[in-house]
């Protein structure tokens, strides 16, 4: 009887140890450490019963899984206990005393782009998409949105449909990123190479988000003030899509924007891990950490033309346009002001993907995911 009780006094406050690390993990995912999630097997050997009313701690042991083992052993019960076949003691098993590690990224992913976008992203897309459709230059165009009603508001327009897409943006993107650099690693290749892989395969990931989203995106961006077009929101725009051009009108662009969000997210993780690693950026810390997120978020502009041509072809649907094929937006627009029409929104555009990396690679890496 004394046996028993001893043995369930210790498993209850193992349970309320494992119930406080859960309750803090649920508060905000970024804040609990790795360690705090990643608890310890103990196993607990319970002497003989005696008189003695004292519960003894002396035949346990404690051991602390690796992030490789938590992974491949999958564990996903809070509390596993299994019969060792000893008489004198059971094997008491805590594996991840919060969420799974699908659920924590996709909690991270949603966090860190909806934090970007909140905190300037979307100011920075709508800049983008003017001075793309328009001969404007960045100046003019802040001027412009934020002349009409609404003021300097108007940078943000589009936020409450643009929140949606970036929660599940980054929920995928950081998914995606993070396994596939875990399992290219795994493979025996360098860090240079994974992130590449892990940028290739978040990118893809996004486009299937992406592409409907931006359709929207850039239809209430174009038609703004526009008469006929006062009352537009992203269901009526969708609605208005869907009805001319069914529900492939929603993909319109699809293939540049998968060719863009891929070369996009690959160029910025492999040139900030080039600046981390090679470049050996990472010695100084935070500022290094950031410093190589700059770098690696101006350097994936390269791939400017891809933006400029899906902007231009979803302009198009969004005002009932037909859309016209890839290759033909290039010639128009080499024809209309040579190779620097292709790279039209550069500036803001670069000042996005600094903004987007440093959320996106630059805090994962100083996560450790």
Same mark, same amino acid.
């Given at each position: 009887?004394?046996?028993?009780?001893?043995?369930?006094?210790?498993? !209850?406050?193992?349970?309320?140890? %494992?119930?406080?690390?859960?309750? +803090?993990?649920?508060?905000?995912?970024?804040?609990?450490?790795?360690?705090? !999630?990643?608890?310890?097997?103990?196993?607990?050997?319970?002497?003989?019963?005696?008189?003695?009313?004292?519960?003894? %701690?002396?035949?346990? @042991? !404690?051991?602390?899984?690796?992030?490789?083992?938590?992974?491949?052993?999958?564990?996903?019960?809070?509390?596993?206990?299994?019969? &060792?076949?000893?008489?004198?003691?059971?094997?008491?098993?805590?594996?991840?005393?919060?969420?799974?590690? #699908?659920?924590?990224?996709?909690?991270?992913?949603?966090?860190?782009? #909806?934090?970007?976008?909140?905190?300037?992203?979307?100011? *920075?897309? &709508?800049?983008?998409?003017?001075?793309?459709?328009?001969?404007?230059? /960045? +100046?003019?165009?802040?001027?412009?949105?934020?002349?009409?009603?609404?003021?300097?508001?108007? *940078?943000?327009?589009?936020?409450?449909?643009?929140?949606?897409?970036?929660?599940?943006?980054?929920?995928?993107?950081?998914?995606?990123?993070?396994?596939?650099?875990?399992?290219?690693?795994?493979?025996?290749?360098?860090?240079?190479?994974?992130?590449?892989?892990?940028?290739?395969?978040?990118?893809?990931?996004?486009?299937?988000?992406?592409? /409907?989203?931006?359709?929207?995106?850039?239809? !209430?961006?174009? &038609?703004?003030?526009?008469?006929?077009?006062?009352?537009?929101?992203? +269901?009526?725009?969708?609605?208005?899509?869907?009805?001319?051009?069914?529900?492939?009108?929603?993909?319109?662009?699809?293939?540049?924007?998968?060719?863009?969000?891929?070369?996009?997210?690959?160029?910025?993780?492999?040139?900030?891990?080039?600046?981390?690693?090679?470049?050996?950026?990472?010695?100084?810390?935070? +500022?290094?950490?950031?410093?190589?997120?700059?770098?690696?978020?101006?350097?994936?502009?390269?791939?400017?033309?891809?933006?400029?041509?899906?902007?231009?072809?979803?302009?198009?649907?969004?005002?009932?346009?037909? /859309?016209?094929?890839?290759?033909?937006?290039?010639?128009?627009?080499?024809?209309?002001?040579?190779?620097?029409?292709?790279?039209?929104?550069? @500036? /803001?555009?670069?000042?996005?993907?600094?903004?987007? @990396?440093?959320?996106?690679?630059?805090?994962? &890496?100083?996560?450790?995911?």
């Amino acid at each position: 009887m004394v046996h028993t009780s001893k043995q369930n006094v210790l498993y !209850l406050l193992i349970l309320l140890q %494992t119930h406080v690390v859960v309750t +803090i993990a649920s508060m905000n995912p970024l804040m609990v450490s790795r360690t705090a !999630l990643l608890r310890s097997i103990r196993k607990v050997n319970t002497p003989a019963a005696t008189s003695d009313d004292r519960i003894s %701690t002396s035949h346990s @042991t !404690l051991y602390s899984p690796t992030i490789d083992e938590w992974y491949d052993n999958g564990c996903d019960e809070l509390l596993q206990t299994s019969d &060792n076949g000893n008489q004198n003691g059971e094997e008491v098993i805590l594996c991840n005393a919060g969420m799974n590690p #699908v659920l924590k990224n996709l909690a991270r992913g949603a966090f860190l782009r #909806v934090a970007s976008d909140i905190t300037g992203g979307t100011a *920075l897309e &709508n800049i983008k998409c003017r001075v793309t459709v328009t001969d404007h230059g /960045p +100046i003019k165009a802040i001027r412009d949105i934020c002349d009409k009603k609404g003021g300097w508001l108007n *940078l943000w327009s589009g936020t409450p449909s643009r929140t949606i897409e970036g929660a599940l943006l980054g929920a995928v993107f950081l998914v995606g990123s993070t396994a596939t650099k875990k399992q290219v690693l795994a493979m025996g290749a360098g860090k240079n190479v994974a992130a590449l892989a892990g940028g290739v395969v978040g990118g893809m990931a996004q486009a299937v988000v992406m592409t /409907p989203a931006g359709m929207v995106f850039t239809s !209430l961006n174009v &038609n703004k003030g526009k008469p006929g077009y006062e009352n537009d929101n992203a +269901i009526t725009v969708a609605k208005r899509i869907i009805r001319e051009k069914g529900v492939e009108g929603m993909f319109v662009g699809a293939t540049p924007m998968a060719l863009r969000q891929s070369s996009n997210w690959a160029s910025r993780g492999l040139f900030t891990e080039l600046c981390r690693t090679n470049l050996k950026l990472s010695r100084y810390g935070l +500022i290094g950490e950031i410093g190589s997120g700059v770098i690696g978020g101006v350097g994936s502009c390269w791939n400017t033309p891809i933006e400029t041509v899906r902007v231009l072809m979803q302009r198009d649907v969004g005002c009932g346009i037909p /859309p016209k094929a890839f290759g033909q937006y290039v010639e128009d627009e080499m024809e209309r002001g040579g190779v620097p029409a292709l790279f039209r929104g550069v @500036t /803001p555009r670069a000042v996005q993907a600094v903004w987007q @990396t440093v959320f996106m690679v630059v805090v994962p &890496n100083l996560l450790g995911l």
